[in-house]
Each structure stands twice: as C-alpha cells, then as structure tokens.
C-alpha cells in the first residue's frame, strides 16, 4: 500500500476493528504470517485502519518488477540473447572468475581477455560486463568471431568498447586475419579497449591463424595492451595461462 501522511504501523492485537482480516493475516504472496498484519492511516482521504496484503519482502520485489526499464536497460535487454539474460548461477559458475573479470575497467584503455575452456561461462560473464557497461552509458558492440568472416560492423568502429567472443574458434581467410589485426592494432594505438574470449592462449592462440606473422602481431599486441583472466586460475590450477 502507497504511504500516505501520518502512516502508522500497529502491532498485532492493538487494532480497533473486528473486520476479519481479508487474508488470514498471512502475505497473499509468500503465505508467511505477517508481522503487522494492519496498519492505521490517518489521512482525509484513507483514515481508519486497513489490512496489509504482503510481507516487506514481497513488497520489496514487487517493486523492483515493477519497476520501469531505462532507455540503458532496453538496450542491453534488446541485444542480449535470452540464454545470457538468466541470473548467475554460482553452482555451474565460477564466482571468483566472474567477480575478477567484472573489474574491467574500460577508462584504462586496456583490453580485457577472458580465457577458459568450453562451458567455464566466458561468454555469460562477457553479457554480464556489457550489461554494466551499459548501466555506465559507455557504448559496446557485440559480435562472435564466426561473424568477423563477413567483415565487421562500421558501428564496431565507433564504440567505447568491442567485444569479441570465441576468438579463434574459427578459422579466418588470411585476408580477414589482416582486417583482424587492423583492428587490434587501430583500438590498441587509440586505447579503445576490447573483450575478448577464447579458449587458446599464447602460441595456441597463433596457430589458429593461416598467416603467422599476422598471428604473431595479433598475440603480441594481445599481451601487451591486455589484461588476462584464466578460469584455470581460480579452478585450483598452477598453470600460469598468461599470453606466451
């Protein structure tokens, strides 16, 4: 109920009225025993005293339901895909990958590269940066390496921040590997900060490219201009996954 002036809770026992209560004193969304199951309004319009139909708790989440999505929120809401919208799951997930990857910060200039096998979250935790991003109006593109076949989006360009998913799970034509490594080169140059995921690193990472010099200046920017977070790292492995 909306709070009105001169809005006084009362304990139970101490209302002046013998009206049942319209829900057995119980929350009409949890069905807990409400701890002040009527509240007195003094005001024109609402005086005398009236039942409350939910726990604080479920008022609490109502309201957050509720509540009206900003022009940030739609945003993310509308790119994301509905697989990657679901809440964090810490039983599946790992939390101290998450929380450390969640750090970025993109006024540092510098790029972000989440490593971890198949299924470690890389890309949920990726979605989940983006979605803060945006919450800080700090403008992103999104886009899976597959896609970088078909040239990348002139938007890329523009942004803030890039972020690219599955990084050499697929193999590019050596002409798309050069416009790769423009890229690379262009964002780190102008300290436009990028995501990046995959599942190799270092040399592995290389040999995933046909051209090896390119590759070898792909890696070697990647390592200079990058922050690395490995999900091997807080899995209980001493492998040091840094970029060789």
């Known amino acids: 109920m909306k709070s009105l002036v001169s809005d006084q809770i009362w304990l139970p026992g101490v209302e ?22 009527w509240r007195k309004i003094d005001h024109p319009s609402a005086h005398g005293w009236h039942a ?13 339901i509720s509540k009206p999505l900003t022009t940030e929120d739609r945003l993310w809401q509308e790119r994301c895909p509905p697989e990657f919208k679901k809440p964090w799951d810490s039983t599946r997930g790992n939390d101290a990958f998450l929380d450390r990857c969640l750090n ?37 593109f999104f886009v899976t390496a597959l896609e970088l076949m078909d040239g990348l989006h002139p938007d890329a360009h523009k942004v803030r921040v890039l972020a690219i998913d599955d990084v050499g799970n697929d193999k590019l034509t050596m002409n798309r590997e050069v416009d790769f490594l423009r890229v690379i080169r262009n964002r780190c140059d102008w300290h436009q900060p990028m995501i990046l995921t995959t599942q190799f690193r270092g040399a592995d990472l290389a040999n995933r490219f046909s051209e090896q010099s390119t590759a070898q200046a792909i ?9 690395v977070v490995n999900f091997d790292q807080f899995a209980g492995s001493d492998r040091d996954l840094r970029p060789e």
């Open 52 to 64: 409350v139909n939910c726990c604080d708790r479920c008022y609490e989440s109502a309201k957050c």
């Open 16 to 37: 002046d009225t013998d009206r049942p209560h319209p829900f057995q004193g119980l929350c009409k969304v949890c069905n807990q025993h409400l701890s002040y199951p």
């Open 104 to 140: 970025f910060d993109p006024q540092s200039g510098r790029n972000l590269v989440i490593v971890g096998a198949s299924g470690t979250g890389k890309t949920r935790i990726c979605w989940k940066i983006l979605s803060n991003l945006t919450r800080a109006n700090v403008s992103w």
């Open 219 to 227: 890696v070697r920017r990647l390592r200079e201009f990058s922050d």
